[in-house]
């Protein structure tokens, strides 16, 4: 157990629709990144929140977004969804920085668009 | 454009064999991560290692070694008398320190089967 829960496990849903991932960090890390990993685009880095704030910006649609709150946890907001917005995503926290610590991935959030 | 290839699709080997996973990455920034990655049956990541651009030093951990050659741009994973629980699909990835917003790219992954 990495200590990094997300929430829910799986989700189906239908094309137009909009829904919402939740993700809560290890106890002390204060860093969020979101991933998504599907058969046709693979494994891609989508954002980075620190404390609050973001510090990376990877392949993120634009019909996606995210946040920190400030307990930490973390949301990905996916709306207008398509079909080939299906995929695993995957949160993970560190500390501070993936260029300095440890990144613990949470199991993810498997998200089927019907 | 950073860049990260893993030309190994999948690999297969029997218990106790070594094993190398390559990893050749493109970038025009000189301040860099490379960070490799395992995927289990499971499905869960797990982070194995970070390598800055700065640190040629090879790294062991045990049966895993990592070999970082920026003369020919390779970060390349090697796994010393595989055991059947290093079946699992293996990504490299790289990230930009002043470029692309510190965004992170990933390989394709190589999937590694090991046999008793």
């Known amino acids: 157990d990495s200590g990094v829960t997300q929430t829910p496990k799986h989700l189906i849903t239908a094309t137009g629709q909009r829904v919402t991932l939740r993700c809560s960090p290890r106890?002390?890390?204060?860093?969020v990144y979101w991933y998504q990993q599907s058969l046709d685009q693979g494994l891609q880095f989508l954002i980075h929140?620190?404390?609050?704030?973001?510090?990376a910006k990877g392949n993120i649609l634009e019909r996606f977004s995210a946040q920190q709150f400030p307990d930490l946890h973390s949301e990905l907001n996916l709306s207008s969804l398509e079909l080939g917005d299906s995929a695993l995503y995957f949160c993970?926290?560190?500390?501070?920085?993936?260029?300095?610590?440890?990144?613990?991935f949470g199991p993810g959030t498997r998200l089927t668009v019907l | 454009a950073q860049k990260v290839t893993q030309a190994q699709t999948e690999i297969s080997v029997v218990e106790k064999e070594d094993v190398t996973l390559d990893c050749v990455y493109e970038?025009?920034?000189?301040?860099?991560?490379l960070f490799w990655y395992k995927q289990p049956p499971s499905g869960e990541l797990v982070f194995l290692i970070r390598?800055?651009?700065?640190?040629?030093q090879n790294e062991i951990s045990g049966r895993y070694s990592w070999n970082f050659q920026k003369s020919t741009s390779s970060f390349n994973f090697t796994i010393t008398a595989s055991q059947v629980v290093d079946s699992a699909v293996y990504f490299c990835?790289?990230?930009?320190?002043?470029?692309?917003?510190?965004?992170?790219?990933f390989g394709a992954g190589t999937r590694l089967t090991v046999k008793p």
């Open positions: 106890s002390g890390d204060l860093s």
């Open positions: 970038t025009r920034d000189t301040t860099y991560y």
């Open positions: 993970a926290s560190s500390h501070r920085d993936w260029s300095t610590d440890t990144q613990y």
């Open positions: 390598r800055n651009s700065f640190d040629e």
């Open positions: 929140y620190y404390n609050g704030e973001e510090r």
């Open positions: 990835a790289l990230s930009e320190a002043r470029y692309n917003n510190n965004d992170m790219r």
